[in-house]
């Protein structure tokens, strides 16, 4: 009996064996190790396979119980992969549309010889200021770009104004010229890297307009006021004598001045204009932006 238990290996020593040949293959050299690498993965791989075989029979078992159907080899077709693709192009195709439409209207405005010399710089709409009825855009524009306080902004105008008022096929090189801008406001304040639009709505703006019939009346008149901006998007024109005879369509210009707006420019159109009996002798006057001053994204700063 006391030979046979010294026969027996105790689990100490079958663990020293098993360190000790671990150190030894760590000292064989790399051919060695590699073929033995081989050696086991032969001799491991038929029960590897059978594993495996037996996973995939149980899975497609549970497929097949739950849906009554053998899920076939074939691959899917890469769907997600087309349709980023198709999307991607769709949105390089509009970026170029609109870098195109917009090369085209500051074209349009380089063709007038009074903004032939005048600097103008392309900013981007990043925020707006409704705090205190106030209506104030911010831009990506500052100092550094040469935007400064009182510099006269642009914006394209609506098609809505161009239908509207722009119907007469004599328009002359003003109103023409409205189809490429309007004004829609001025800097109120610049930093380095940012500014601030004040709005015409905003109801601190003041600015020096004149008043001139729809070119479809065939009028020659002209009458000076002052716009105010009232917020909440309204715009009104003071100081125009009832004796005038303006009416709903006539066109509203931002006045040129030596040192903001070398031309006078569209700012928009009567939308209603009424006597009362407080001040009959002075018309009523509400104004619709040529611009839409809610959805603007990239406006046009004048520089001098």
Known sequence: MAGRRSERLSHKQ?????????????????????????????????????????????????????????????????VDATIQDTNRLVNIEQELKYYKDLTDRLSGLRQNQSLDRARLIVAYITGSDSSNQREVKFLDRGTRNQVESGQIVIGWPKQIYKDNILNDEETDAIYEQALSGAVVGRISDAGSWTSSLQLI???????????????????????????????????????????????????VLARSDDEGLPMDMIIGYISSCRRTEKNPVEWQILVQPAVDLQNLREVVVIKR
Not at 68 to 77: A, F, H, L, N, R
Not at 203 to 214: D, L, N, W
């Open 14 to 78: 079958i663990f020293t064996y098993l360190m000790m040949g671990a150190v030894v293959c760590m000292l064989l050299p790399v051919r060695v190790t590699n073929h033995l690498d081989h050696v086991l993965s032969v001799l491991v791989a038929p029960f590897s396979k059978g594993s495996q075989d037996m996973s995939l029979m149980v899975t497609d078992k549970i497929h097949q119980d739950d849906s009554g159907e053998v899920p076939s080899d074939t691959p899917e077709e890469p």
């Open 201 to 251: 709505s905003d109801p601190g703006m003041a600015m020096k307009v004149a008043i001139e019939p729809a070119p479809q009346r065939r009028e020659d008149w002209r009458v000076k006021g002052i716009l105010k901006g009232k917020g909440l998007g309204q715009i009104s024109v003071h100081l125009i004598p009832a004796t005038v005879p303006v009416k709903t369509g006539d066109v």
